[in-house]
């Protein structure tokens, strides 16, 4: 994959960070001017919108920046992308709008279980994620209405229209890019062993069967932190009942202890004996070495496995496939792919020069510049350059196009209380012993009403 | 050290095959205390690469500080906003109220007889002991309403939460608590006559109190000062929740700033841990000797 | 420092100060507005921050808030404390009794931490050096300490206690029980879970170099010639300790009990740095979760859970300072 990835600083040393200078020097000379128009009168909100993000593609970048200078200030960004290249993926992304920008960076974690602290005192535009727990903050009444920003995006599929968009039916958040879940391999391994990518269920253990007699670990498996499983349970779901149904428990609306969820935790403990064993005290990271060790044969995870290894032969040996159907009725057409963007806040001190910001981030040039370096995610945009993608991004691309119905992430899904408090410990218990499902499950179902109600 | 010379003549000697049982307890215990952290150091000694490919505890192919350069910087910890700074400014400042106002309530419960002396005393150490986390909603809300001037913060939020004042001030309303009770009980030692010869000399009260009885306390000053830093420094709770910029935040978070949403680079954290690990460590060094004394007289002298 | 002029002995031979205290209305009136001030400053910072936010956790306790905009919530009574015994039982008693657990376990860790004073203070070559090493977890960051328990020793892949394993011991992910009993009123057993010990071991690398360092301190002040007098009676070691040293250390004995109990029922941040595996769940971590959780948080609920950690602290804090002032003007 990325060869430029990895050379990555050196093309936005020379060429980004100029590029913002000169920006920056055009746009103090034209803010004082833009402060004044923007004293004028009411006509001031909308410039920035009419301007910003309209007229889609690689013009949009300079038209956003032009309106940026007419927002006038400084715009406030919070982030979470504390790590090292998804940090500098993200300045360029943010360059790449011309905009004057004060990042504020946290480190991801505690900026995640924080959100709702944070929320009390956003910065104007906040990083966050699409689903459930975008909704729930917009109930609230904690995030902004950027409709009339989403009046001019021309890029997007309906798909992302629909996952930015509030229980009131108004826009709250602006995609920039999506990955998918998928089961990972080595091409290599596959090859040296003559194993085929399955199609079905029956496939599928015949392979992992045919893995542990080879002296392989089928699946790598990870449950630090008692998120990664989560993605077990919902390709499960999705397999075995189908995504309608998994939407509607996940939103309170079928019973955990449901036989049709229990047929879900049946699949799963079938499957657990080709697991790595002792996932709790495994971080997704140790997980992806085995696979990446050739210890383990498959690793069922989002397409960032492959941010953790530097080694390039590794990454280009790396492939994915979809995971298989388990009922020919529901079939395999369903996935996870999370997609993370921005949201602004409900108040934020500069309107204008937010709006103008996520105006241009939503534009192509925005995310071209952030997978430039990011290197593993595909853009939401449908203008967004592909030419630079590496293989894992362009399947991921037609994985996830072909799908006809995609779900965020369990804890994306539903309230992301419900699910540190309560599903986080109960999925992390049957994997411990699944033979304790109907304790557990009953044990979710007592919880539900206090979260979900 | 001179004064371990003094005490093994003072004191009942070992028999000698004591002696030596205890020094291999000793030692034997040092040695196992040491492992995490020197298995840390080595850790933090080594290229991820290798230690990817075979493991931490392996032979080494090469040994550098590499990853210490690299944590100071990816960690954010230099410079005026780094992550160093603002613990100095949080810490310091704390520090020095957390003394002044502990002395101040120290020196008036214990050297003058009031109605609700032991009241407050009770308050106040009772207080120093609860968990942070029950009284984090209320005063979290608290803070959010409270306006603050923006010439008075680096922030800008125009309320206390989110300034380094908002986690000053919980630092010292939380900790007063428990350097007031070990002040009080060192002062209690020190003569009344003092008081009274002062009194007879005329001394107001704030004289007695900063030219007296406040020189006579520096062991116990120090040791608090040892402890509270130590205590300060290491605090994440507040300054995570109350901290919502990132260039706010202290040396703590830069652990969380190396940890990795995706890559993890262990020996990368290690480096970064060592170097967190330093200014507690010199200070603890520094006045290793105060803080033996200072607390000898609080705490046992009741 | 026994030259030092705040010495045992020159405290030993001052009288005794009952009565000495001046009183309150002999003062001028200036000196009068000092000491309101050198009073009243603190107190009223401490009982603004601290004793209001903690009643108002209480009343917060009695009602169903999301947490968000203020006066939103509603009363509801007991129900969140009812709530919490009968649907979040599993997660409440197991947590509970991993308190108690932490207790005990500590309370062996004090006597360690004792032991080794004790050692120390009896004239040890090199003794400041031990004394730095067994300290040294003490000054370590929470967040330094879980990750060097995490990755450096425990962890599957590459952890020491792993190191030449073919089949690596999950050591913190583990969560089935070393021992368990069950209790009538409860559907599901209670026990010892193999990962909180794994967790356990952490906590005491911390501790004992803790009451290490309390103890030594106390023991400095111990008059020698109080043990050379004991020996000259003919007693032994141990009962010299028993009968001379462990009375007169009585301050410093309720000090390191009240630290050790207390950090047993507060402890959570060493568990959060390890991500809190299943099974290592303690009441702080219970309140935290539910309080400044992701999602805005059932902060009745994590209230409640709070003002019941609050009544466990509370209960020793009153018995410790009832001790501790017991013999003083009250």
């Known amino acids: 994959m990325s060869g430029t990835t990895e050379q990555s600083p050196s093309p936005r040393d020379v060429g980004f960070s100029i590029n913002r200078r000169q920006v920056l020097i055009g746009g103090a000379g034209a803010a004082s001017a833009a402060a004044l128009l923007a004293a004028c009168g009411s006509d001031a909100k909308t410039t920035p919108a009419t301007t910003g993000g309209a007229t889609g593609g690689t013009t949009a970048g300079t038209t956003a920046a032009t309106s940026g200078a007419a927002a006038g200030g400084e715009v406030t960004f919070g982030s979470n992308y504390s790590d090292a290249k998804p940090k500098e993926a993200m300045q360029a992304a943010i360059d790449s709008t011309g905009l004057k920008v004060k990042v504020n960076t946290t480190d991801h974690n505690s900026y995640q279980g924080n959100i709702t602290n944070y929320l009390a005192q956003p910065d104007d535009v906040l990083c966050w994620f699409a689903g459930y727990r975008m909704r729930f903050f917009a109930d609230k009444g904690l995030v902004g209405d950027i409709s009339d920003v989403w009046s001019k995006f021309t890029d997007f599929g309906d798909s992302f229209k629909t996952a930015s968009t509030g229980n009131d039916g108004k826009q709250y958040f602006v995609p920039l890019y999506y990955y998918p879940w998928a089961v990972h391999y080595r091409k290599s391994v596959f090859a040296e062993k003559g194993y085929k990518v399955p199609t079905n269920k029956a496939e599928l253990v015949a392979l992992a069967t045919k893995m542990q007699a080879d002296g392989l670990i089928p699946f790598a498996y990870a449950n630090d932190g008692k998120w990664p499983v989560q993605g077990t349970f919902d390709i499960l779901n999705m397999r075995v009942n189908g995504y309608k149904y998994h939407v509607d428990l996940l939103a309170g609306k079928e019973k955990w202890t449901d036989p049709k969820t229990k047929a879900v935790f049946t699949a799963w403990a079938e499957l657990l004996p080709f697991h790595q064993t002792n996932a709790n005290g495994r971080t997704w990271q140790e997980a992806a070495t085995s696979l990446e060790k050739k210890e383990a044969g498959m690793y069922y995870l989002g397409t960032f496995v492959a941010t953790n290894s530097k080694d390039q032969a590794y990454l280009d040996d790396l492939d994915f496939f979809n995971f298989p159907a388990l009922d020919d009725k529901i079939g395999a057409d369903a996935l996870d792919a999370p997609i993370d963007g921005f949201m602004m806040a409900a108040k934020p001190k500069n309107i204008e020069g937010a709006k103008a910001l996520l105006a241009g981030l939503g534009t192509a040039k925005a995310v071209d510049a952030f997978l430039k370096i990011e290197g593993a995610s595909v853009a939401a945009n449908g203008k967004a350059d592909t030419s630079g993608y590496n293989a894992i991004q362009k399947k991921s691309q037609e994985l996830v196009s072909k799908a006809k119905n995609i779900a965020q992430f369990l804890d994306r899904d539903t309230s992301p209380d419900f699910v540190s408090n309560v599903i986080g410990d109960a999925f992390a218990a049957f994997v411990a012993d699944p033979t304790q499902v109907d304790t557990i499950l009953k044990g979710i179902e007592d919880k539900k009403s206090t979260y979900l109600s | 050290m001179s004064s371990s010379l003094t005490l093994v003549q003072r004191k009942p000697g070992y028999s000698k095959p004591l002696r030596s049982l205890t020094y291999a307890f000793l030692t034997a215990v040092a040695l196992a205390w040491m492992v995490p952290i020197l298995g840390a150091f080595y850790s933090s000694l080594r290229p991820y690469a290798e230690t990817q490919r075979k493991g931490i505890f392996s032979m080494p192919d090469s040994l550098s500080f590499k990853n210490y350069g690299d944590a100071f910087k990816q960690g954010g910890m230099g410079g005026w906003h780094g992550t160093f700074a603002n613990t100095a400014f949080i810490v310091f400042p704390s520090i020095a109220l957390i003394l002044l106002f502990s002395s101040f309530m120290a020196f008036a419960v214990s050297r003058f007889t009031w109605r609700f002396n032991i009241t407050l005393l009770l308050i106040f150490t009772a207080g120093n002991l609860l968990p942070a986390q029950v009284i984090f909603k209320p005063l979290f809300s608290f803070y959010e309403h409270v306006p603050w001037p923006n010439f008075l913060s680096d922030t800008n939020t125009g309320h206390l939460l989110g300034t380094k004042i908002a986690v000053i001030i919980i630092h010292v309303a939380f900790q007063t608590g428990f350097c007031t009770f070990v002040l009080s009980n060192y002062m209690k030692t020190i003569p009344k006559e003092l008081n009274e010869a002062a009194l007879v000399d005329g001394a107001s009260v704030p004289r007695q109190f900063f030219q007296i009885i406040l020189p006579l306390c520096r062991p116990a000053l120090a040791a608090l000062a040892t402890l509270e830093f130590t205590w300060l420094y290491n605090d994440f709770f507040w300054a995570v929740v109350l901290l919502n910029q990132g260039s706010e935040r202290p040396i703590t978070s830069s652990i969380a700033n190396l940890g990795g949403q995706y890559f993890s680079n262990d020996n990368l954290i290690a480096a970064g841990s060592m170097i967190i690990a330093m200014p507690t460590l010199a200070v603890y060094l520094m006045l290793q000797k105060q803080f033996i004394s200072g607390l000898t007289l609080g705490a046992s002298k009741g | 420092m026994s030259t030092d002029i705040t010495s045992p002995d020159i405290t030993a031979a001052a009288p005794p100060h009952r009565g000495r205290r001046r009183r309150y209305s002999q003062l001028s009136r200036s000196d009068k507005v000092w000491l309101s001030l050198m009073v009243g400053i603190p107190s009223a910072i401490h009982i603004a921050f601290v004793w209001l936010p903690a009643i108002g956790t209480i009343m917060l306790s009695f009602t169903k808030w999301d947490g968000i905009h203020l006066g939103t919530w509603t009363g509801v009574g007991f129900k969140n404390y009812w709530t919490i015994f009968t649907v979040f039982d599993d997660k409440f008693f197991p947590a509970l009794f991993n308190n108690l657990i932490l207790l005990v376990f500590l309370a062996a860790c004090s006597l360690v931490g004792v032991l080794l004073a004790y050692l120390l203070d ?125 009375p007169v250390m009585k301050p410093i004995n309720v000090v390191v009990l009240v630290i050790t109990v207390i950090e047993a029922l507060r402890a959570f941040d060493i568990i959060v740095a390890l991500k809190e595996p299943i099974g290592t769940t303690v009441l702080g971590v219970l309140v935290k979760n539910n309080l400044t959780g992701e999602g805005g948080g059932q902060v009745g609920i994590g209230s409640a859970y709070g003002v019941i950690l609050l009544l466990l602290c509370l209960g020793f804090i009153i018995w410790y300072l009832i001790n501790n002032y017991r013999e003083q003007e009250l």
């Open chain 3, 122 to 246: 009896k004239g040890v070559r090199g003794s400041a050096i031990y004394q730095s090493i067994y300290y040294l977890p003490v000054v370590l960051s929470l967040a330094v300490v879980g990750f060097i328990w995490k990755s450096v020793m425990y962890s599957q892949s590459q952890g020491l206690f792993n190191v030449g394993r073919t089949t690596p011991i999950d050591f913190l992910g583990n969560s089935q029980k070393l021992f368990e009993f069950h209790v009538p009123f409860l559907s599901f057993p209670l026990g010892l879970t193999k990962n909180f010990a794994a967790l356990l071991l952490a906590m005491a690398w911390r501790h004992i170099g803790y009451v290490m360092v309390l103890y030594l301190a106390g023991l400095k002040s111990v008059d020698p010639s109080l043990r050379e007098a004991a020996s000259i009676d003919g007693c032994n070691e141990w009962q010299t300790f028993r009968r001379v040293v462990f």
